[in-house]
T-cell receptor
Framework: DQQVKQNSPSLSVQEGRISILNCDYTNSMFDYFLWYKKYPAEGPTFLISISSIKDKNEDGRFTVFLNKSAKHLSLHIVPSQPGDSAVYFC????????????WGLGTSLAVNP | DTGVSQDPRHKITKRGQNVTFRCDPI?????LYWYRQTLGQGPEFLTYFQNEAQLEKSRLLSDRFSAERPKGSFSTLEIQRTEQGDSAMYLCASSAGLAGASYEQYFGPGTRLTVT
C-alpha cells in the first residue's frame, strides 16, 4: 500500500512557465513533508519542506502548498528552467522519533527550452 | 562544504559474495539513515541510527544485512551472501535531529550495487 502517491509519472513544461508537481498521502499521522530532486546515478537533493502546521512554504522559485484536509501537497516551480529537469520525489515523515521518510514513486519533469 | 559521502560509488559482485559499504555523514549530524532504491521506485527505509545506537530496522533488512555505526560517526552496511535481488542503489542520509529542529535528511551520492 502506497502511503505517498505521485500519480503523474512525468510532466513536460516550457521554459519560463510554471511547473506544478502533485503528491497525495493517506496517513494522517504524517506531520512533515519534503520534496527532493534527483538526477540519474546521484542521491536525492533536498529542495524544500513543510510542516503540517503550515499551508505554504516558499524558497526562491520553489513553493510548496499543503492541504491537510485533502491530504494533498504540491510543489510549484516558477519560472521553470531547463536545469530543473530531473525526477522529483515527495516524501513524508511520521510523528515517530525515527523520522524515517516514506517516499512516492517520483515525477520526471522535463523543462523544454 | 563536506556533505554526506559514500564509498564505493559502484560495486559489481558475484552472487554469494559479501560486500560492505561505507557512509560518512555530515559531521555534526547525530542521525544516520540507510535507504535502498530500485529502478522506478522511491527510496525504501532500511535502518536508522541515533549516534551509535541502531534504533530501527526495516523488515526489508534480512538476516544477511547488518549495519553498524561504532563511534557515532561513519556507518557501514554489510550484505552477506549477496543475491541478484540485492542489486539496487544504496543511499545514506544524515540529519541533525535536534529537538525542535527541522528534520531534513541530506543524502550522499549512493552506492550502486550490481550482483551478477
Amino acid at each position: 500500500d502506497q502511503q505517498v502517491k505521485q500519480n503523474s509519472p512525468s510532466l513536460s513544461v516550457q521554459e519560463g512557465r510554471i511547473s506544478i508537481l502533485n503528491c497525495d498521502y493517506t496517513n494522517s499521522m504524517f506531520d512533515y513533508f519534503l520534496w527532493y530532486k534527483k538526477y540519474p546515478a546521484e542521491g536525492p537533493t533536498f529542495l524544500i519542506s513543510i510542516s503540517s502546521i503550515k499551508d505554504k512554504n516558499e524558497d526562491g522559485r520553489f513553493t510548496v502548498f499543503l492541504n491537510k484536509s485533502a491530504k494533498h501537497l504540491s510543489l510549484h516551480i516558477v519560472p521553470s528552467q531547463p536545469g530543473d529537469s530531473a525526477v522529483y520525489f515527495c516524501a513524508a515523515s511520521g510523528a515517530g522519533n525515527n523520522r524515517k521518510l516514506i517516499w512516492g514513486l517520483g515525477t520526471s519533469l522535463a523543462v523544454n527550452p | 562544504d563536506t556533505g554526506v559521502s559514500q564509498d564505493p560509488r559502484h560495486k559489481i559482485t558475484k552472487r554469494g559474495q559479501n560486500v560492505t559499504f561505507r557512509c560518512d555523514p555530515i559531521s555534526e549530524h547525530n542521525r544516520l539513515y540507510w535507504y535502498r532504491q530500485t529502478l522506478g521506485q522511491g527510496p525504501e527505509f532500511l535502518t536508522y541510527f541515533q549516534n551509535e545506537a541502531q534504533l530501527e530496522k526495516s523488515r526489508l533488512l534480512s538476516d544477511r544485512f547488518s549495519a553498524e555505526r561504532p563511534k557515532g560517526s561513519f556507518s557501514t552496511l554489510e550484505i552477506q551472501r549477496t543475491e541478484q535481488g540485492d542489486s539496487a542503489m544504496y543511499l545514506c542520509a544524515s540529519s541533525a535531529g535536534l529537538a525542535g529542529a527541522s528534520y531534513e535528511q541530506y543524502f550522499g551520492p549512493g552506492t550502486r550495487l550490481t550482483v551478477t
